[in-house]
């Protein structure tokens, strides 16, 4: 018996020793990663094992002690985090630009996104939807997808691990929260990043901020906030990079061939991963705003010179470059740098956003979805929330994010009135079939 | 990159068919040879190419993978332009997958080039104990829909090659036949007799200005 114990020992040390040297199979991982509850695998610093988002230890890891400064002023600002907001914002900005540190990270994106007040607003409601049934068609397709999402990542690796149940639980408690939205496939790898971060019902709330408050309608049928978003992108590409711009025109390469996954996975499958996590930093303060910057950066970076274009001379070549950005080309500090100076502001994001409204509503009739007017970051969450507990003289309502949802989350009287007069100016000319309109939408439509 | 390599025709081939299905393993086995038990879920539009020899001429495929679930159809107009052969993927152990094709089939002929040409494509045949497509059935739908019809297994790699070079070899046959002329399919770059030819013009090679 004893022997026999010894024995199992050392064939599990055994076992362990050959799983420590990373396969060079790189398919076989995954398949058992879990055994290796011990971490024997060495992954880098963010948990992935392999793959084209695996950082080389040659990251530079910030001072000790500049780490535990920052550590302390984001704990003091998470004590007065709405004082910040509301008269400091500016610093808050700052911080997010250099850097959310990593311990305070998942804390600090759910203040930001105000996700941390839905979950907080509440109790209960995430356990709820997830004993829900749930709709069959999408739970077929989330549960096809649950192991294809950053399947070199230790938390998503293993087939059934608890990364792909809470990646599960996530997606499915969203489908059954909005079962009018449903599921679409770039929320699993948005998922998959929260949950890297936070337990599943944080990463669901702060989910549901993304895709309502920060980028409403890049995940719902029709996909035509992400089309209208690749025009706004295209045209803004033309102020900033007349080259790369005139470059995509010759060849006929539309925005949605190549930004539709950089913006609707926002860059998480797309840039090493220190940047991932420093764009989603400035996202949550900043809002969408990020994002465009972040692919007019990278568009420039790729096809800004002469020299870089003479090497992608054709669609094909084009494409294939952005489409597999050398992880070498994007510098960390760089990234953020170029990010923080380029001058594309909320303002002429939303400016740009109402030509290209009109320039659809001309060639392609009436939208499906009205667009729906986005909050650009933390400030505009703040100011949003503010106005609103103004208007609600009852009390009752908490703030919900964009779309106050049907049921019991529904928004007070006085503001449904707002609603229904707003709605009167937007109602649609010609609705497409198997239209619905949301309840409460008409609180964000953009007055522009 | 292939940008200078020297080549007949450029075909351009669209993978399409329900999500989970296998398109984005075929076009890797046949591209670059590998297979991928944790492939991502494609997003938007991946692409890959492969210059084969068919007979005596040499053809650059480039090969379109979309997302396969409903809602990425909004945006796969840009996708289907200029195709000129299809692959109608479905997964021989979902039944279901099989039973879309015809509606996949419906939004081919509404966006791409009619003359395009289709290949039903039954694949995963390596899970056989599993299957619940028969083949005879596949095989009937393909024949009134005048469509080609293969099993395969990216897994396995069965049939994949034979597969992509079957449809490439008929897209050469109905345009040297001149079924199809030049210019109604316009990715299809019908070459002067010299061996290096440049594409068609909406898509200059770079070989003779930039090198």
């Given amino acids: ?448 | 990159m292939g940008s200078d390599e020297a080549y007949n025709f450029v075909f351009k081939v669209v993978l399409i068919g329900e999500s989970g299905v296998g398109k984005s393993n075929l076009l890797s086995r046949f591209t670059k040879n590998e297979f991928n038990h944790d492939s991502r879920t494609t997003i938007g539009v991946e692409f890959s190419t492969r210059t084969i020899q068919l007979k005596s001429l040499i053809i650059k495929a480039q090969i379109w993978d979309t997302a396969g679930l409903e809602r990425y159809r909004a945006i796969t107009s840009a996708y289907y332009r200029g195709a000129v052969g299809a692959l109608l993927v479905y997964d021989i152990t979902k039944h279901l997958t099989y039973e879309s094709v015809e509606r996949w089939l419906k939004e081919l002929y509404d966006h791409a080039d009619p003359h395009i040409v289709v290949m039903l494509v039954g694949n995963k045949t390596d899970l056989g104990s599993e299957r619940s497509v028969p083949t005879e059935d596949a095989k009937d739908f393909a024949e009134k829909n005048g469509l080609l019809f293969l099993e395969t297994s990216a897994l396995e790699s069965t049939n994949v090659e034979t597969a992509f070079q079957n449809v490439l070899g008929e897209i050469h046959r109905k345009v040297s036949s001149k079924e199809v002329t030049r210019g109604s399919i316009s990715a299809v770059s019908l070459s002067s007799p010299v061996p290096r030819a440049a594409g068609d013009p909406e898509e200059k090679k770079p070989c003779c200005r930039n090198l």
Wanted: glycine letters at 8%.
């Fill in chain 1, 1 to 448: 018996m004893i022997k026999s114990s010894v024995n199992f020992a050392s064939m599990m040390s055994g076992t362990l020793e050959s799983l420590s040297g990373l396969g060079e199979d790189g398919s076989s991982i995954g398949s058992d990663s879990e055994i290796n509850g011990l971490a024997v695998r060495r992954t880098d610093k963010y948990g992935f094992l392999g793959g084209t988002q695996y950082s080389e230890g040659s990251d530079k890891d910030i001072r000790v002690d500049v780490a535990r400064q920052r550590e302390l002023k984001w704990l003091d600002m998470f004590n007065n985090w709405d004082k910040w907001v509301s008269r400091r914002f500016q610093k808050v900005k700052l911080r997010c630009r250099k850097g959310i540190p990593s311990s305070l990270r998942a804390k600090a994106w759910q203040l930001l996104s105000n996700s941390k007040e839905l979950l907080d607003s509440n109790p209960g409601k995430f356990e709820e939807l997830e004993r829900e049934q749930g709709d069959p068609k999408w739970l077929d397709i989330i549960e096809k997808d649950l192991h294809r999402q950053f399947p070199f990542h230790e938390m998503f690796a293993a087939r059934g691990g608890h990364g792909q149940q809470d990646l599960y639980r996530v997606l499915k408690a969203y489908t059954v929260y909005r079962p009018e939205e449903g599921y679409c496939q770039a929320q699993a790898p948005v998922a998959a990043v929260l949950l890297m971060h936070m337990p599943a019902e944080h990463a669901f709330w702060c989910l549901v901020q993304i895709c309502e408050t920060y980028l409403p309608g890049y995940y719902s049928a029709g996909l035509e906030a992400i089309q209208l978003d690749g025009e706004i992108f295209f045209s803004l590409l033309r102020r900033v990079c007349p080259m790369a711009y005139r470059h995509l025109k010759k060849f006929k390469i539309d925005p949605i061939l190549y930004m539709t996954e950089w913006f609707m996975c926002v860059f998480s499958r797309t840039l090493p991963w220190s940047c991932v996590l420093r764009v989603w930093d400035m996202f949550f303060c900043e809002g969408v705003k990020i994002v465009f910057r972040v692919g007019l950066v990278l568009l420039k970076q790729m096809l800004g010179s002469v020299d870089k274009l003479r090497e992608v001379q054709g669609m094909y070549e084009t494409m294939e470059r952005l489409r597999n950005i050398p992880p070498e080309s994007v510098r960390e500090d760089l990234l953020v740098q170029e990010v923080v100076s380029l001058a594309v502001t909320e303002a002429l994001i939303e400016r740009e956003c109402s030509i290209q409204v009109r320039k659809w509503r001309e060639s392609r009739g009436e939208l499906t979805h009205q667009p729906v007017r986005r909050l650009h970051g933390t400030r505009d969450i703040h100011e949003h929330k503010r106005r609103a507990s103004a208007i609600s003289s009852g009390g009752s309502f908490s703030f919900l994010g964009s779309i106050p949802p049907p049921g019991p989350l529904r928004a007070s009287s006085s503001l449904k009135k707002m609603d229904k007069e707003k709605k009167r100016t937007w109602k649609q000319k010609t609705p497409r079939s198997g239209m619905r309109e949301r309840k409460g939408e008409g609180l964000l439509y953009s007055a522009s």
